[in-house]
Nanobody, 116 residues
């Protein structure tokens, strides 16, 4: 059984940092990418960043230069380092694994709140 478990969310002030982690368990075949999405209150889920199996990364324009996605060598954990956080970064953050055949696996989400 595949599980994705996020951690690291919380309440921070503007300008502060957080690092999210997502631990992946279970056998997953044909991974294309690992990614972080977020869903702000009252809005649709949006892609924040992804990292392809080859190592290339992509970021939403709104987080470029502030957020960094990475993974461990085994590919079991994906991270999102978030610096210079802004109130508009407030959202539930979801980890996902995109595969070639099965589709996309999702974590349960972790709340990030940026407020003074």
């Amino acid at each position: 059984q595949v599980q994705l478990v996020e951690s690291g969310g919380g309440l921070v002030q503007p300008g502060e940092s957080l690092k999210l982690s997502c631990v992946v368990s279970g056998n997953i075949f044909g991974v294309v990418a690992m990614a972080w999405y977020r869903q702000p209150p009252g809005k649709q889920r949006e892609l924040v960043a992804n990292i392809m199996t080859g190592g290339s990364t992509n970021y939403a324009d709104s987080v470029k230069g502030r957020f960094t996605i990475s993974r461990d060598n085994a590919g079991n954990t994906v991270y999102l380092q978030m610096n210079s956080l802004k109130p508009e970064d407030t959202a539930v953050y979801y980890c996902s694994i995109q595969t070639m055949l099965i589709g996309t696996y999702w974590g349960q989400g972790t709340q990030v709140t940026v407020s003074s």
